[in-house]
């Protein structure tokens, strides 16, 4: 019995670095091919009105990060949509990624550069299909108008917002103000970044580095 038992042992210890290998060759090894993965997940994934999260690599996401609360993973937001079946992303940045300081609406792929972003999240907030709808309405009637980026990060002003701000005052709004109230993030001062992962409605889809 005992060399049977040491037989299947033997068996086991021999099997299991074989199954390592094999799920180490499903794993994308380079740059290139752990982004085309990656968004290969968003593509799977994503649903219209999803907030997505990415990480830049240069020091003004880095001074961005500091104002996160709790999770430092992330220095930017926008919310995603599909049109003629392609994913966009519409968010609001300053400096020199935007010189005109408007609005963006990116496709996804660029949204998500492996050059210039490490990291890359997902949330999604409990909209319906009606509510969904809606936010995509007034998100493309603020990219029409050329809602600009606030340099100074004031909440209390809605003609000009900073990225956060931006992703929380719009689903705030067809949330019929359910967003404040389950979060007082605006008595804060700022809205962050992580104010709108962690937040308690927010169910969090993704969460990948790049590379």
Known sequence: MSLLYRAIGLTIILFLPGCKNSSRQHQPVSKTDRFKWVIGKIHDSAMPADIIFRNGTDEISRAARAFNRKDTSFSHCGIVFRENDTFFVYHIIGGQYNPSGKLMKEPLNRFCN???????????????????????????????????????????????????????????????????????????????????LLHPMAKIILHEKLY
């Open 114 to 196: 492996p050059q210039e972003f490490d990291r890359i999240g997902l949330c999604r907030f409990p909209l319906s299909i009606t509510m969904s709808q809606q936010l995509h309405e007034h998100v493309k009637q603020m990219y029409t108008a050329g809602l600009r980026f606030d340099p100074f990060f004031n909440i209390r002003s809605d003609d000009k917002m900073y990225c956060s701000e931006f992703v929380f005052k719009t689903l705030n709004t067809v949330m019929n103000g359910k967003l404040r109230e389950n979060h007082p993030i605006a008595h804060n001062g700022w809205v962050s970044v992580d104010d709108i």
